[in-house]
């Protein structure tokens, strides 16, 4: 069954009824079981379980550790272009923004790849708007190729592709790749995509299993927290790893937790996630899925991402920067697509991390 199947099947379903007869005794049992299904995983999103929450944090934990150990891996975006087709409604980059648009030239990339390499990061990913016809499939191959010379690995977030395409990117030395759905809800979907080929719903929603059958070693997916309703989309959002999980037993497949972050934008979210409703998200979904990787970005703050590390979290962005290019002169860094919230350096991210009894990890995987 494909995932869009899951997602017909849920159409009509309560997710409120469904909430409003979980009781205490249920979520009991859910945390006394190895494997949950999906109506488990339910239960513990719903505001009952939210009186659980140190009970699902701690097994959280010990499921992490279990999996993964005490190891938080590190990676650093670049973003090489700020070009958009898109007139998507919460994004910074939306074409009709008036923001200062850039496209780095492979000179350029090379200069920013050669400044982050010096801060000990191995893992890099880079990034453009989705504006295919100014960075096409060969500016794309020779950003890799480049990105290659000095990162363990390289992966991309960049507008989706056919497998055929990301075939071309492994083949250059990509392993990963990063494409968050955004929103799940078919009508919100529309509503927040208002032109080019981002409101094409299905194709974006089977980019990763593309990337999967391309050969890619990882993906890693998400839904824009805000855009609609929170538990309904990070339902959708789990289930949607399960089915990658199941799918393609020899892809590593990670989950992003992004929430509505400021941007150059008049947007505003019909939902709000608080930061407990952020740990409960988290916590049910490492006991729903205990392999997953978890991704937490510098959205969040310094402080609360050093509180979410034990509770699941096993992959960092550290130094972070939004905007075209910076690493090299940061005064060269264009309008950022989001507003950033820890702004430590990847030395200070890392002694955090160290101090909070864990290990950070600059290169856990490269080509053979």
Known sequence: MSFFATVELYKDFSFTDFFNMVDDLQIEKVLQKERLTPSDFLTLLSPTAAKYLEAMAKKAHQLTVQHFGRTIQLFIPLYISNYCANQCAYCGFNRKNKIIRRTLDLAEI???AQAIARTGMQHVLFLTGEAQQLTPMDYL???TRCLKKYFASVAIEIYPLDVNDYAQLAQAGVDSMTLFQECYDQEVYKKVHLAGKKMDYHYRLNAPERAARAGLRSVNIGALLGLAEPHREFFFTAMHARYLEDTFLTT?????????????????PDYLVDDKTFVQFLTALRLFLPRVGITISTRENAQFRDQLLPLGVTRYSAGSRTGVGGYADAAEESTPQFEITDNRDVTEVACAISRLGYQAVFKDWDFI
Do not use: G, I
């Open 141 to 143: 191959l020779a950003t």
């Open 110 to 112: 090379e200069k920013e």
């Open 252 to 268: 590593e497949v990670s989950v992003s937790l992004p929430r509505f972050n400021e941007c150059e934008s008049d947007f505003t």
